[in-house]
C-alpha cells in the first residue's frame, strides 16, 4: 500500500528557512501529480503547491508565492517544499497529497494524505 511520509518541520523564528521532504513507498509516485496543503490550528486545509507527474507545471498559492519551492524526484520517490522568508502566518501542520484528479486547489482531488509535519514559525 502507498504511504506519504513527511518530515523536516520545526521550529524556525521568523525569516527563517525550512526544507520539507515527503517520502512516498510504493511505485506509482512518478504518475501521479503531487502537492503540499497546510491546515493552521482552526483552520481549514489550505492549497499550498503543486507539481505535476513530470515538473513540468507548478503553481502556489499567493500567499507563498515567490517565498517556496516545490520539487521533485522522480528517480528517489520524493517531494519538497523549500520555505524561506517563513511569516508566523506560515504557522501550520503540513501535508503531502497525491492527486486522483484535476483540480489542484481543491482538498477533494487528493486521494492520499500524508500525516502531516508541524512548522511553527516564532516572532
Known amino acids: 500500500q502507498v504511504q506519504l511520509v513527511e518530515s523536516g518541520g520545526g521550529l524556525v523564528q521568523v525569516g527563517g528557512s525550512l526544507r520539507l521532504s515527503c517520502a512516498a513507498s510504493g511505485s506509482t509516485f512518478s504518475r501521479h501529480d503531487m502537492g503540499w496543503f497546510r491546515e493552521a490550528p482552526g483552520e481549514e486545509r489550505e492549497f499550498v503547491a503543486f507539481?505535476?507527474?513530470?515538473?513540468?507545471?507548478?503553481d502556489y498559492a499567493d500567499s507563498v508565492k515567490g517565498r517556496f519551492t516545490i520539487s521533485r524526484d522522480n528517480t528517489k520517490n520524493t517531494l519538497g517544499l523549500q520555505m524561506n522568508s517563513l511569516k508566523p502566518e506560515d504557522t501550520a501542520v503540513y501535508f503531502c497529497?497525491?492527486?486522483?484528479?484535476?483540480?489542484?486547489?481543491?482538498?477533494?482531488?487528493?486521494?492520499?494524505w500524508g500525516k502531516g509535519t508541524l512548522v511553527t514559525v516564532s516572532s
Open positions: 497529497a497525491q492527486y486522483f484528479r484535476a483540480g489542484y486547489y481543491f482538498t477533494s482531488s487528493v486521494d492520499l
Open positions: 507539481i505535476s507527474w513530470s515538473g513540468d507545471s507548478i
